[in-house]
């Protein structure tokens, strides 16, 4: 049964940083991985994503501030953000799949989702 938890959320100045991470199990090959966030009353997006074979993809609105990897043999996902705004504000996801999806596929298309960490950005 494949498993995602994250942690690293919190609640940050605007201008701090923190870095989330997920860590897998109960799976023993490599998978695209992406962080989603949602916010009260908005859709799901995806914010970063690493394919399998390690092509990283980012959101526009993240793009400089946000930082994507993966130890593959860890089975864990990183999220460093810098620079954080109020609107970085979100419950950000782990997500994992076996097709690599990249940021291309709607979020209902990844299979495996963590439980969500809260991040809170306050100006």
């Known amino acids: 049964l494949v498993r995602l938890v994250e942690s690293g959320g919190g609640s940050v100045q605007a201008g701090g940083s923190l870095r989330l991470s997920c860590v897998g199990s109960?799976?023993?090959?490599?998978?695209?991985m992406a962080w989603f966030r949602q916010s009260p009353g908005a859709e799901r997006e995806g914010v970063a994503a690493i394919d399998s074979d390690g092509t990283i993809s980012y959101a526009e609105s993240v793009k400089g501030r946000f930082t994507v990897s993966v130890d593959w043999d860890k089975k864990t996902l990183y999220l460093q953000m810098n620079n954080l705004r109020p609107d970085d504000s979100a419950l950000y996801y782990c997500a994992a799949d076996e097709v690599d999806y990249g940021l291309d596929a709607a979020s209902e298309d990844f299979q495996y989702w963590g439980q969500g960490t809260q991040v809170t950005v306050f100006s």
């Open positions: 109960g799976y023993d090959y490599t998978m695209c």
